[in-house]
């Protein structure tokens, strides 16, 4: 099993910063993807941002050029520094990665583990 626990959250002003990590543990062979998704209140989950393990990156329109998505392989840890924040970003944060276990010698097939989400609120 992996588990991903998210830090970073809170209440800023609009035009403010804020910076996310989520870190990944357990019984990890290898991580491939990362991302941030995020859910506003009546509205779907969506896909914000994410990087593959070689370090490539795409983003949801909405926050291109004010997020941006990195990871530290080393640690199992995505960031996501979110600057110029808008009212409209406010949503509860979801931390997810793709990742092959392992159980004594086997490698368990890649699946999606989700962290527990943290709460962004930006004010206006």
């Known amino acids: 099993q992996v588990q991903l626990v998210e830090s970073g959250g809170g209440l800023v002003q609009a035009g403010g910063s804020l910076r996310l990590s989520c870190a990944a543990s357990?019984?990890?062979?290898?991580?491939?993807?990362m991302g941030w998704y995020r859910q506003a209140p009546g509205k779907q989950r969506e896909l914000v941002a994410a990087?593959?393990?070689?370090?490539?990156?795409n983003y949801v329109d909405s926050v291109k050029g004010r997020f941006t998505i990195s990871r530290d392989n080393a640690k199992n840890t995505v960031y996501l520094q979110m600057n110029s924040l808008k009212p409209e970003d406010t949503a509860v944060y979801y931390c997810?990665?793709?990742?092959?276990?392992?159980?004594?010698?086997?490698?368990?097939?890649?699946?999606?583990?989700w962290g527990q989400g943290t709460q962004v609120t930006v004010s206006s």
């Open positions: 990087i593959t393990s070689g370090g490539s990156t």
């Open positions: 357990g019984n990890i062979f290898s991580i491939n993807a």
């Open positions: 997810t990665c793709t990742a092959q276990g392992v159980q004594g010698i086997l490698r368990t097939t890649p699946k999606d583990y």
